[in-house]
């Protein structure tokens, strides 16, 4: 069943077409990798799906749903686009109970939960600002999941992570598909896609071609 579904979706930025009449649908329980060259529209793509943007034409259905300007933003969505922004003066923790009041779904011990299983100190006190890259990328990814969202839209979650944490976000990503959640991810290393993504996506000439 597809959770997620385009239909003859088109967006362009002044005179550069991005994506021209796409129809596509991603089935719910799967992992999607979506691959291409930079600038080829992934983050353009997974705006438009988060409702962070809408199309010039055409349709995007979340769960039967249309997203539109009265029904912009799914609330059963989990996300890493682009940079998240952060507070550079405070810790990761109260970064993250931040984050979470906004719907106030989950309580301090979810959040310090998250944090460890990342491998993230919750009880630290040290400032975003003075995180590494990889630690920030943690807390991105721990911002994505914390709520138990059904759904995770991931732009490049492996970036910046070391050697044992890509290993720990991939068999991640492979338990939540076994609870039946859907990701759809992109990443430039065709070893984190071979090794979680059921199906894979290139973005080619304003469209994407289904690779297996």
Known sequence: MNIIKLSNVSKSFKDICIFENLDIEFNQGEIHGI????????????????????????????????????????????????RPGYIDDISGFDNLKHLASIQNKIDDQKIEATMNLLGLNPKSETKVKNYSLGMKQKLAICQAI???????????????????????????????????????????????????????????????????
């Open 35 to 82: 691959i291409g060259p930079n600038g080829c529209g992934k983050s353009v793509l997974f705006k438009l799906i988060c409702g962070f943007m809408l199309p010039d034409k055409g349709n995007i259905y979340i769960d039967g749903v249309e997203l539109n300007r009265d029904n912009r933003f799914p609330t059963n969505f989990g996300a890493i686009i682009d």
């Open 146 to 212: 914390m709520e138990d969202q059904s759904v995770l839209i991931l732009d490049e979650p492996f970036n910046a992570l070391d050697f044992d944490s890509v290993g720990k976000v991939r068999h991640l990503l492979k338990d939540f598909k076994q609870e039946g959640k859907t990701i759809l991810l992109t990443s430039h290393n065709k070893e984190d896609i071979d090794a979680v993504c059921d199906k894979v996506y290139r973005i080619n000439n304003y469209n994407i071609d289904i690779m297996n």
